[in-house]
């Protein structure tokens, strides 16, 4: 029970310390240290990473969201065309789905061409696939239950006649 209540914790904000965390639960740091390196070995920890709004950032890059049906692979159903993909260094995430398409694949790339012929060239002759469908992102508002939008508060005075 005590992993699962760490893992929110870390999820929330990696940056809390075995000693923040330990003080939250209850627990002694050598408990909240032994039970982190268990999800870690066990591989249910992957790594600790920080969410950046690259859209405030003047690096640019462009975001596609790619759908792919594919035909399952004897014996390996769906694994080895996703292994395929999620290789490339330009794929940042390959998630397989329920409905009318079968991966659900981001890719990031420096220009829209540069995606297009990513697809065009890498993924769309792969042996499998049957279709993908280009989508690319232009604003993001919610990621990792993080809102990256800031509202803009209006300081008028509302005038009621």
Do not use: C
């Amino acid at each position: 029970m005590m992993k699962n209540e760490i893992l929110k914790i870390l999820e929330k904000d990696s940056r809390y310390t075995i000693e923040q965390i330990a003080t939250m639960l209850g627990a002694t740091e050598e408990e909240v240290a032994a039970a982190i390196k268990e999800l870690e070995e066990e591989k249910i920890i992957l790594g600790y990473r920080t969410l950046i709004n690259w859209e405030r950032t003047d690096k640019g890059d462009i975001t596609a969201i790619i759908t792919i049906s594919i035909t399952p692979q004897r014996g390996d159903g769906y694994d080895k065309v996703a292994e395929r993909i999620y290789k490339y260094p330009q794929v940042k995430a390959v998630t397989l789905m329920s409905g009318s398409f079968d991966l659900l694949v981001s890719v990031e790339g420096k220009t829209l061409q540069e995606v297009a012929m990513f697809v065009s060239e890498k993924l769309a002759p792969m042996e499998g696939v049957i279709s993908t469908n280009t989508h690319f992102t232009l604003k993001t508002y919610k990621k990792e239950n993080v809102i990256f939008t800031d509202k803009e508060v209006d300081s008028r005075e509302v005038i009621t006649l």
